[in-house]
């Protein structure tokens, strides 16, 4: 769901270049984000990892290896926060700047 979130362009500031702004590019984000996470997740899978701050807050870390991406999330009194995603290199499994 929170990945989908982020491919629909959701964590952009408003006056972002490239937010969807009209209902047109609005719903070709949420076509392209749904596509994009269903062939990404279903194909190669994804891996989750959580990780817990002192039982005060949770990282979690979803790598998609379809699309080359690592997105995090923090996770503080039952919400989810967009962190960031940062792309990476398959060949050598680390992260490109």
Sequence with gaps: KE????L???????????????????????????????VATGLLGYEVSMTN?????TVASV??????LDCYWLGVFGKW?????REYDTATAQQVR
Excluded: C
């Design 8 to 38: 629909r362009g959701e964590h952009l500031a408003i006056d972002h270049p490239e937010k969807p702004k009209t209902w047109l590019e609005q719903t070709l984000a949420r076509v392209q984000a749904s596509v994009a996470t269903e």
């Design 81 to 85: 926060y967009y962190i960031t995603t």
């Design 53 to 57: 701050i002192m039982g005060l807050a």
């Design 3 to 6: 990945l989908k979130r982020f």
């Design 63 to 68: 790598r998609v290896p379809m699309a080359k």
